[in-house]
């Protein structure tokens, strides 16, 4: 649908709101499975906390790229 097909039915809102729901599901799926397929966990995290985090940054930063390619931007 066109943006103002929406704007003019009424449904803008929901839509946007639907879009944001299913790009939030996707975002923290994909953060879980690429965190456990690379074998970052709470060990990690305690044993080394920088090394943690920046393994964590950059799989939020791929997952962030894959739900605009599939839903933000598709």
């Given at each position: 649908m066109?943006?103002?097909?929406?704007l003019?039915?009424?449904?803008l809102?929901?839509?946007?709101?639907?879009?944001?729901?299913?790009?939030?599901?996707?975002?923290?799926?994909?953060?879980?499975?690429?965190?456990?397929?690379?074998?970052?966990?709470?060990?990690?995290?305690?044993?080394?906390?920088?090394?943690?985090?920046?393994?964590?940054?950059?799989?939020?930063?791929?997952?962030?790229?894959?739900?605009?390619?599939?839903?933000?931007?598709?």
């Amino acid at each position: 649908m066109s943006y103002y097909n929406l704007l003019t039915n009424g449904k803008l809102n929901d839509y946007l709101a639907d879009l944001n729901e299913q790009a939030e599901k996707l975002f923290f799926r994909l953060v879980k499975q690429m965190a456990k397929a690379e074998g970052i966990n709470e060990q990690l995290k305690a044993a080394d906390f920088m090394a943690w985090i920046s393994k964590i940054i950059n799989i939020r930063n791929r997952a962030i790229e894959t739900v605009n390619s599939e839903i933000i931007y598709a």
